[in-house]
């Protein structure tokens, strides 16, 4: 008879969810960064470490473009950019932290080593999220003694003003962690999904990766611009996913008869080959029609313009559906401020 699975043990965390004061970020490029502003606007004491030569200067940079964004979110009381200390070591980032968030470049060999690095240098029972956009926890932490509290924590670009967060554990994750991770981030203002199973791609990156997919295939089809397959989503589906998903949408789609009529109405048309499904080789070709399709749609604006105007278009969304605190949506949609 095969043995039976070890329980997994629980990590006894330092503290609780709302107790934590300090929070380490290590890998510090656009999402480590990200989330550096986040917890800093947040009020908390951020350790961050990257091995990068220019990573503190980059660092400090992306939190300063990023705070006015987070002034008009409203700042946590005591939040101030001077709590953040970039460290010369991993070791030093981690210890005393309460929280660690691993940001560092999505390579499987880098991920499983560096979190068997950080399960070795922080303190006993913290919880060590991954942002991984896409490998399972159980890939990760093989290996790892401290298995028990790894978890992922997905985030989504820019951590410090898309609320979302999906929370997954792999196999060797102590349930414990994955609750512990889940709601330390709900104190932390994110919205939270709870996985309680690996799923590929999480959820909300598997159904963009769909769209994706079929965005490269128009592109190397030469059946829409990278200008008119962002103006179909942002002019189009797009405005009402800020209100609705997916699902809610369609089901409006059916009037009266909602979701039932929507399925049997256009349900059959699923089957039309609207879809290619597998993805298009991505060629020099396609590579450059893409790149040269954004500089072009950016028409003159610098990374930084384009995301300083994403930043003040995604605080607007927010308000105006009444996901920040003072802004109430009304029947309407018009927020009350
Ligand atoms: N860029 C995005 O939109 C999103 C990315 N993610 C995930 O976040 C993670 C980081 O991605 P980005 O920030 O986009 O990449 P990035 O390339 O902007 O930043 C990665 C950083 O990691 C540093 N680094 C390199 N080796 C390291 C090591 N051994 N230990 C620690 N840091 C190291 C690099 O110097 C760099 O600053 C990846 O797992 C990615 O899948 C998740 C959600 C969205
Ligand atoms: C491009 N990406 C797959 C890394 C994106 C994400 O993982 C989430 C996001 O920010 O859209």
Redesign the pocket.
């Known amino acids: 008879m095969p043995s039976p699975t070890p329980p997994v043990p629980a990590p006894c965390a330092p503290c609780a969810p709302e107790d934590v004061r300090r929070v380490a970020c290590?890998?510090?490029?656009?999402?480590?960064g990200g989330w550096a502003a986040h917890f800093l606007a947040r009020g908390y004491d951020v350790t961050a470490?990257?091995?990068?030569p220019d990573?503190e200067a980059?660092l400090r940079r992306l939190v300063a473009a990023a705070w006015p964004a987070l002034e008009r979110l409203g700042l946590a009381e005591g939040a101030s950019q001077d709590r953040l200390t970039v460290t010369g070591g991993?070791e030093e980032a981690v210890a005393g932290a309460e929280f660690v968030q691993e940001?560092?470049?999505?390579k499987l060999e880098?991920?499983r080593d560096?979190l068997a690095r950080l399960d070795a240098a922080a303190p006993a029972g913290t919880v060590i999220a991954?942002?991984?956009?896409?490998y399972p926890m159980t890939d990760m932490q093989t290996g790892t003694p401290g298995a028990a509290r790894l978890v992922v924590g997905?985030?989504?670009?820019p951590p410090y003003l898309i609320p979302l967060v999906e929370v997954v554990g792999g196999e060797l994750t102590a349930p414990a962690a994955v609750e512990w991770a889940s709601r330390f981030y709900e104190v932390a203002g994110k919205s939270v999904i709870t996985m309680d199973r690996e799923v590929p791609g999480f959820i909300a990156n598997r159904l963009q990766e769909a769209l994706w997919r079929e965005a490269l295939h128009m592109v190397a089809n030469g059946e829409a611009t990278v200008r008119e397959i962002d103006a179909s989503i942002t002019e189009g589906p797009g405005l009402r996913w800020a209100v609705m998903g997916p699902m809610l949408t369609f089901a409006l789609a059916g009037g009266e008869g909602g979701m039932a009529h929507m399925l049997d109405h256009f349900g059959p048309s699923l089957k039309s080959p609207w879809t290619r499904l597998e993805a298009p080789e991505l060629d020099r070709a396609l590579y450059e029609a893409v790149v040269a399709g954004c500089d072009e749609a950016a028409a003159g604006r610098t990374i930084a313009d384009l995301v300083a105007e994403r930043d003040r278009g995604v605080i607007d969304v927010l308000r105006a559906t009444g996901r920040l605190p003072g802004a109430t949506a009304t029947a309407t949609g018009e927020a009350a401020r």
Do not use: C, Q, Y
């Not at 290590?26 to 480590?32: C, E, H, K, L, S």
């Open positions: 290590v890998g510090a490029g656009v999402i480590g470490w990257d091995p990068a990573a980059r991993l940001s560092a470049p999505e880098l991920k560096l991954s942002s991984t956009s896409g997905h985030p989504f670009n």
